[in-house]
């Protein structure tokens, strides 16, 4: 306990901000290897302290906005500064694993998964805006966000299915409810292209709007295709769903910026953007129902119903008054003759006629 105390006390000396994080949390693994041969229960009171000093430093400790980042931000203090703790973290998290004490593998586990969170968070936003302290919070950044905290959520529900380790499944939890509640409140909603002016790229697919909510939408039905991915009833089906929202409003967007270019408008649509919207709508329903009908899920036809329905509404809610000449006829001859194909489709394959058995 004294070696440990000095040590820690030699750090603060002589070394500052991250280096000094670092230091402490190398005693973690160190700690642990000493207990492994030394069985005395307070050198894990004493890794306890340490931990959640470490913790408190690079979690809670706002100072951190103001360490200087060198010439290359991505290539900073933030690297080895919550890398290093991370790994030590985990090294620790095993080797104490074995003397049976749960509170202190739960912690260590918990700080380790936090650290590499965090590092790659921050990395995320030095890479988009070079600073730590930086106030705006683009697109880009948020959909770069979502993705990894949705990915690391994902393979750690994964994981947990085989280990049923209650820190990770946790963890993956908070991510994966984080990543959900930014695409829903800033990606659809507070920073949706729409109404934000934010330029979403020049280029097809190849843009802000394919990270925004084409990638969030392809991990959102993964999961939601997995058998018994999580404990938690009905979150597969809610991730399904958000799943078909994002892709909606991603064909939506993509329409949006072929006539618009890379900054929207809510003021100023013309005919053929107009149109093109029913056209776009129409197609990811039948493909909706398609899939339906082949995969044999009924959600993939509700949601093409759903989509059908707000297609529906808006021809005559607003094709009907802002469209005029060949494409108010094509709008409403389109609808049309869609609606009697997915009839057909629904009395052909759905929901087929019985046979009539001849009688002699």
């Not at 890398?83 to 973290?89: C, D, E, I, R």
């Amino acid at each position: 306990a004294a070696v440990v105390a000095l040590i820690s006390l030699a750090a603060a000396m002589i070394m500052r901000e991250a280096w000094l994080t670092v230091a402490l949390s190398l005693q973690l693994p160190a700690l642990a290897w000493i207990n492994m041969r030394v069985r005395v229960r307070s050198l894990q009171v004493i890794a306890a302290i340490v931990a959640v000093n470490v913790l408190v430093r690079l979690v809670f400790n706002y100072n951190i906005l103001g360490y200087p980042l060198g010439a290359y931000a991505p290539l900073s203090w933030v690297l080895y500064g919550y890398g290093v703790p991370a790994l030590s973290f985990y090294a620790a998290a095993r080797q104490f694993r074995a003397l049976d004490n749960r509170l202190l593998v739960a912690l260590l586990e918990a700080g380790s998964l936090a650290f590499t969170v965090l590092l790659i968070s921050l990395e995320i936003r030095l890479f988009i805006t070079g600073s730590l302290s930086a106030m705006s919070y683009s697109l880009l950044e948020q959909s770069l966000h979502s993705i990894a905290w949705a990915s690391i959520g994902t393979a750690l529900t994964i994981w947990t299915r085989r280990s049923e380790n209650k820190v990770l499944f946790i963890g993956a939890m908070i991510l994966l409810a984080a990543s959900a509640a930014q695409v829903v409140l800033l990606q659809l909603w507070t920073s949706n292209p729409l109404w934000s002016g934010e330029s979403v790229g020049h280029y097809p697919v190849v843009n802000v709007l394919f990270l925004a909510y084409a990638v969030p939408a392809a991990i959102a039905l993964a999961f939601s295709v997995q058998p018994n991915m999580t404990q938690i009833p009905n979150l597969p089906d809610f991730a399904g769903a958000l799943g078909f929202v994002l892709i909606f409003a991603y064909v939506s967007f993509e329409t949006t910026r072929a006539f618009q270019g890379p900054i929207f408008s809510t003021l100023h649509h013309s005919d053929g953007e107009l149109y093109a919207y029913s056209v776009v709508w129409l197609a990811y329903a039948l493909a909706l129902l398609t899939l339906g009908i082949v995969l044999a899920r009924s959600a993939l036809r509700y949601a093409s119903l759903a989509v059908l329905v707000v297609t529906v509404l808006k021809v005559f809610l607003f094709d009907m008054a802002g469209l005029t000449g060949l494409y108010r006829v094509g709008s409403f001859l389109g609808l049309g003759l869609s609606l009697i194909g997915i009839g057909y489709l629904y009395q052909r394959f759905v929901f087929p006629r019985p046979r009539a058995v001849p009688t002699d």
